[in-house]
Nanobody, 120 residues
Framework: QVQLVESGGGLVQAGGSLRLSCAASGSIFRVNAMGWYRQSPGKQRELLAVITSGGNANYADSVKGRCTISRDNAKNTVYLQMNSLRPEDTAVYYC??????????????WGQGTLVTVSS
């Protein structure tokens, strides 16, 4: 059983910053790409940023320049530093990981989500 546990969400004023964390645990041989998504009420889940095990990162236009994704491979943990937050960034933020299980199968797992609320 593999789990992703997110933390770091909360209430912040517009213009503020938050750092989200997501740690993977369980029967993992290797974690490959890790990413952050968000979903607002009535909207589809949106990919924000993804980072490979080698550290190559890509960002959605909506967060480019305001967010930085990073990871600690030794801890199987991915981070999302979010700056200059806007009320429209209010959403539930999810992390996702592609990993190789002990039997060599490629699998994926989602976190439970963490709520970010940005007040105006």
């Amino acid at each position: 059983q593999v789990q992703l546990v997110e933390s770091g969400g909360g209430l912040v004023q517009a213009g503020g910053s938050l750092r989200l964390s997501c740690a993977a645990s369980g029967s993992i041989f290797r974690v490959n790409a890790m990413g952050w998504y968000r979903q607002s009420p009535g909207k589809q889940r949106e990919l924000l940023a993804v980072i490979t095990s080698g550290g190559n990162a890509n960002y959605a236009d909506s967060v480019k320049g305001r967010c930085t994704i990073s990871r600690d491979n030794a801890k199987n943990t991915v981070y999302l530093q979010m700056n200059s937050l806007r009320p429209e960034d209010t959403a539930v933020y999810y992390c996702n990981a592609d990993y190789i299980g002990p039997a060599g199968r490629a699998l994926g797992v989602w976190g439970q989500g963490t709520l970010v609320t940005v007040s105006s």
